[in-house]
């Protein structure tokens, strides 16, 4: 009974450790009963998970998955490479049974398609909401069709068709959600909206200037390279990278006035010993195991706030859990 007990509860998806596991397992197995059981396994995990990886899929790696694997598909013949991030809903999709080759250390931004038998060199970002149906050369970023915003009634409605798809933006509608969202918050507590992935296909820009004169003035962005546009393209206000920035680009958080984010004590060690003042946020792990210092670490963490070139203005968390039962944490948080 403990056995049964033990499989059913794995076969719930609940572990992702585990489903990696049994990935590698059904690989390696030439008994092909054991195969179809660990298939199974897998499918009712991922199944449980809102996703789907079909069998024959090849990975170099195990795939980084900020979200898990919710709403991802991943064809049977796809092969992805080394240190992929792949966000939610991504779908890397198949066409007569040709599926993208994908190289090395690419990222595959929330909602993405890539679909067809093209391949996807090394160092490629793939934006948010993007459609890639070509080849991609090695070190490129792929953007989705650039935002516009179209005032209603100041231009003609036959303009809504240059184009097969095209993003409406509402000053009006972005306005009211700001209000809505403000009035929702404490005394002395500001919005920091994030508009990284391009402002998840809405052009982070146009978005970031726009709530610019709405009085907010803090952003929160994925990597150095998304603050230097927002900078580069007139956004005021602090810029908070989330992720990791190599301590060779410390000269441009500095040039640029962003904010960096500390996402572990060997980290802090290695920014400190560049020897060069920037402004920092340490992100704590509560429980969602994604990045941070564990919060149960107090000497690392105080020895951060002792890192001589490190000005720490904030300290952040994630909420331990993305989907099943973050209803009941958002209501005792606001409650």
């Known amino acids: 009974m403990k056995i049964q007990a033990a499989l059913i509860h794995w076969s719930r998806g609940e572990n992702l450790g585990l489903y990696w596991k049994f990935f590698w397992w059904r690989k390696q197995c030439s008994v092909r009963i054991v195969r179809d059981m660990l298939t199974f396994f897998l499918n009712r995990m991922a199944h449980r998970h809102g996703g789907y990886i079909g069998n024959g899929a090849k990975f170099d790696s195990k795939p980084i998955l900020p979200h898990g694997l919710h709403g991802v598909y991943?064809?049977?013949?796809?092969?992805?490479?080394?240190?992929?991030?792949?966000?939610?809903?991504?779908?890397?999709?198949?066409?007569?049974?040709?599926?993208?080759?994908?190289?090395?250390?690419?990222?595959?931004?929330?909602?993405?398609?890539?679909?067809?038998?093209?391949?996807?060199?090394?160092?490629?970002?793939?934006?948010?909401?993007?459609?890639?149906?070509?080849?991609?050369?090695?070190?490129?970023?792929?953007?989705?069709?650039?935002?516009?915003?179209?005032?209603?009634?100041?231009?003609?409605?036959?303009?809504?068709?240059?184009?097969?798809?095209?993003?409406?933006?509402?000053?009006?509608?972005l306005r009211h959600n700001v209000e809505q969202l403000q009035t929702l918050l404490p005394p002395n507590c500001a919005l920091m909206p994030a508009v990284k992935a391009n402002a998840y296909g809405h052009g982070a820009v146009l978005i970031a200037r726009e709530l610019n004169t709405l009085g907010v003035n803090a952003f929160c962005v994925a990597t150095v390279f998304e603050g230097i546009e927002l900078r580069q393209g007139g956004v005021a206000g602090e810029i908070l990278i989330l992720g990791y920035t190599h301590p060779q680009y410390v000269p441009l958080l500095v040039q640029y006035h962003l904010t960096?984010?500390?996402?572990?004590?060997?980290?802090?060690?290695?920014?400190?010993?560049?020897?060069?003042?920037?402004?920092?946020?340490?992100?704590?792990?509560?429980?969602?195991?994604?990045?941070?210092?564990?919060?149960?670490?107090?000497?690392?963490?105080q020895r951060i706030f002792a890192c001589q070139f490190l000005h720490i203005e904030g300290v952040y968390t994630h909420l331990y859990v993305s989907s099943e039962g973050s209803f009941l944490i958002r209501s005792s948080i606001f409650s």
């Not at 890397?92 to 250390?105: E, F, L, M, N, T």
Request: with cysteine.
């Open 74 to 173: 991943i064809s049977r013949y796809a092969h992805i490479g080394a240190d992929c991030w792949i966000y939610q809903n991504v779908t890397i999709g198949s066409v007569d049974r040709k599926a993208p080759q994908i190289g090395d250390h690419c990222l595959i931004g929330a909602g993405a398609v890539v679909i067809g038998g093209i391949k996807i060199g090394d160092y490629v970002k793939i934006g948010a909401g993007a459609v890639v149906c070509t080849d991609v050369p090695s070190h490129s970023t792929v953007v989705s069709q650039p935002s516009r915003i179209i005032v209603r009634g100041g231009r003609s409605m036959t303009e809504f068709y240059q184009g097969r798809a095209w993003i409406e933006l509402s000053r009006t509608a």
């Open 260 to 301: 960096q984010t500390i996402l572990d004590y060997p980290y802090a060690l290695e920014l400190n010993a560049c020897g060069q003042i920037i402004n920092v946020h340490i992100k704590l792990n509560t429980g969602m195991h994604r990045l941070g210092e564990n919060c149960e670490n107090l000497d690392k963490i």
